[in-house]
């Protein structure tokens, strides 16, 4: 039955703590989220155990987590743990030249977290209806204002308002209940 199921139906089955929902879940993509980490450390070592500690996470959180996507949820949280691997054997390794202490340069490590919370992010601007969709990228990825974005797509001031609402609530909707991410930065950096 659930090798049957759809990614919703696992998820589902996740939450609720269906231990056969987590192995159908490694079955279906531990090959796609190896390739994702070994592509990006080049060691097929660290990238098995990166795949596993992102398993291991997931079911750890699965009472809390919220996922959209499936796919792009464990792709995403893959290529974060690539990252913060990544930056925590650069910073050993400046340590260890330096020998410095640890914790000198967060700078790497929020360059990091910001590039996670923009895929985050976009990831979830991907589930949104297409027009709320558009709305949302030509408001903060293009820069524009209400009224410019009403004029480009021939809707009114009210709707380009109303699409912007829903995807600032569905973007802050989907951290808040992510567990991952810090809502202060997201306030930050995405409400303008």
Not at 30 to 58: C, F, G, H, P
Request: one cysteine or more; aromatic letters at 10%.
């Amino acid at each position: 039955m659930i090798k049957n199921s759809s990614d919703t139906e696992l998820v589902h089955s996740l939450k609720v703590g269906n231990a056969a929902a987590m192995t159908e879940i490694y079955n279906r993509y531990w090959r796609k989220m190896l390739l994702v980490a070994y592509n990006l450390t080049k060691d097929k070592s660290t990238a098995q155990e990166i795949v596993q500690q992102v398993l291991i996470k997931l079911w750890d959180r699965r009472n809390t987590v919220n996922i959209d996507s499936l796919p792009n949820y464990l792709a995403v949280a893959v290529k974060y743990s690539v990252y913060t691997y990544l930056n925590r054997e650069k910073r050993r390794s400046e340590v260890d030249a330096t020998n410095l202490p640890l914790g000198v340069n967060n700078l790497d490590e929020e360059k990091i977290y910001a590039n996670f919370l923009k895929e985050y992010i976009g990831g979830v601007v991907d589930t949104l209806p297409e027009k709320c969709k558009l709305v949302f990228k030509y408001s903060r990825e293009n820069g524009k204002t209400i009224p410019e974005i009403a004029r480009d797509l021939s809707i009114s001031e009210k709707t380009v308002e109303a699409h912007l609402t829903k995807a600032l609530k569905s973007i802050k909707y989907s951290l808040k209940n992510s567990g991952a991410l810090n809502i202060a930065v997201f306030l930050t950096y995405f409400l303008k």
